[in-house]
């Protein structure tokens, strides 16, 4: 006769490990880390406590199925907790993508200020900036508060038909650099500045 083996249930020390890799990313650096942490401490406790008293008062089984309770409590605590601090801080980001004082040609030069010293992720975001920073000396697109990269971009794109596939891959790049999935090279800001300077000069959509 085969005997069922119990289901792998994480230790404390896992459970919390795992929210607090999570919560280590740079989105949570600021807001709500100190009272989450008190309270992740409180569940690696009770965790604990599973393998002792608790764990002997219930039996073996009863102590896995409270692990596993515990272990879904504490990952719908970290996504109550982290949900909103994700999104507020991706709000907050994208409220400063274009709050810049700076016109297109001080961008652009600090573009290429960036591209000569090797970094051409800053250089990249510069440029796109300065892309859409023209559009709007241009008065082809407004800047409005809290407006996205790829919102930019779709405004854009309406305004300069022969701009929206440009835009919307120098869009790309810009979020996957602002947000942490990715870098730039010396391609991605060619790109961006090609597009920068078409911008400059491309003929409006007339409707």
Same mark, same amino acid.
């Given at each position: 006769?085969?005997?069922?083996?119990?289901?792998?249930?994480?230790?404390?020390?896992?459970?919390?490990?795992?929210?607090?890799?999570?919560?280590? +990313?740079?989105?949570?650096?600021?807001?709500? =880390?100190?009272?989450?942490?008190?309270?992740?401490?409180?569940?690696?406790?009770?965790?604990?406590?599973?393998?002792?008293?608790?764990?002997?008062?219930?039996?073996?089984?009863?102590?896995?199925?409270?692990?596993?309770?515990?272990?879904?409590?504490?990952?719908?605590?970290?996504?109550?907790?982290?949900?909103?601090?994700?999104?507020?801080?991706?709000?907050?980001? =994208?409220?400063?993508?274009? @709050?810049?004082?700076? @016109?297109?040609?001080?961008?652009?030069?600090?573009?290429?200020?960036?591209?000569?010293?090797?970094?051409?992720?800053?250089?990249?975001?510069?440029?796109?900036?300065?892309?859409?920073?023209?559009?709007?000396?241009?008065?082809?697109?407004?800047?409005?508060?809290?407006?996205?990269?790829?919102?930019?971009?779709?405004?854009?794109?309406?305004?300069?038909? =022969?701009?929206?596939?440009?835009?919307?891959?120098?869009?790309?790049?810009?979020?996957?650099?602002?947000?942490?999935?990715?870098?730039?090279?010396?391609?991605?800001?060619?790109?961006?500045?090609?597009?920068?300077?078409?911008?400059?000069?491309? +003929?409006?959509?007339?409707?």
């Amino acid at each position: 006769m085969s005997v069922i083996e119990p289901p792998v249930v994480p230790g404390a020390d896992e459970a919390r490990r795992w929210a607090v890799d999570e919560l280590a +990313k740079d989105e949570y650096a600021s807001g709500g =880390e100190s009272w989450l942490a008190r309270v992740l401490d409180w569940f690696s406790r009770l965790l604990d406590g599973l393998g002792d008293g608790v764990g002997g008062a219930v039996g073996p089984w009863g102590a896995i199925g409270i692990g596993i309770l515990v272990a879904a409590v504490l990952a719908l605590i970290v996504w109550l907790v982290v949900g909103p601090l994700r999104r507020n801080r991706r709000r907050t980001v =994208e409220a400063e993508l274009f @709050d810049d004082d700076r @016109d297109a040609a001080a961008l652009d030069d600090d573009a290429d200020r960036a591209a000569r010293a090797g970094d051409f992720a800053t250089a990249t975001m510069h440029a796109y900036r300065a892309t859409i920073r023209r559009l709007a000396e241009r008065s082809l697109i407004d800047l409005t508060p809290g407006l996205t990269a790829h919102e930019a971009a779709e405004l854009g794109g309406r305004a300069l038909a =022969e701009l929206a596939v440009p835009l919307a891959v120098d869009a790309d790049v810009f979020d996957r650099i602002r947000y942490g999935h990715g870098g730039a090279g010396p391609e991605a800001y060619a790109h961006a500045r090609a597009t920068l300077e078409r911008a400059s000069t491309a +003929k409006a959509v007339v409707t």
